[in-house]
């Protein structure tokens, strides 16, 4: 039998894994409407999927971590089940969830939580009204370039047998 130390590190193993392949972490630029120009940023992570067991085991984790979260359910798409959404939202709950699961990622996630953890250490002492500064403004635009997909993605430009050349020195 494992004690409660070993199954709470396997949890959190299990998590960052489910997180590297599922989830996500940004820092939004979020305006009222479009005629506002005040620069707003919100820091979130997230987690979508459509299997229940996996949903539960994963708010199961969070909640033996006291990690708050927000919940959303879409519906049905054709044949698809409906998707649940799991949020975490907010400065000290981001906080908390990164101070958690950031020693067991490993992939281009911890590079983002790293950057994230970064922009909160740097807004917390602030007031929510002051101006973000130039090293705010950076860190989102890191952030928003290593979650980008596609053609705009920090990615596109790596070649096939680069990729080859870095795998083969596993």
């Not at 281009?108 to 740097?122: G, R, V």
């Amino acid at each position: 039998m494992d004690n409660q130390q070993e199954r709470r590190s396997r949890d959190l193993c299990w998590l960052a894994g489910a997180w590297e392949g599922e989830g996500w972490f940004v820092i939004s630029n979020i305006r009222r409407n479009k005629k506002d120009i005040k620069q707003h940023y919100r820091v979130e992570c997230g987690i979508t999927n459509n299997d229940i067991a996996f949903i539960k085991e994963t708010l199961k984790i969070l909640k033996e971590h006291n990690i708050p979260t927000y919940i959303s359910v879409r519906g049905r798409k054709g044949n698809q089940n409906p998707t649940v959404r799991i949020d975490i939202k907010g400065y000290k709950r981001v906080r908390r969830f990164l101070d958690t699961i950031t020693p067991h990622l490993r992939a281009k996630k911890l590079e983002i939580a790293k950057l994230l953890y970064d922009f909160i250490n740097s807004r917390e002492p602030k007031h929510s009204w002051s101006r973000y500064d130039e090293y705010e403004d950076s860190l989102y635009r890191k952030v928003k370039q290593l979650n980008a997909r596609g053609r705009d993605a920090a990615t596109y430009t790596v070649s096939p047998e680069s990729i080859r050349q870095e795998l083969s020195t596993v």
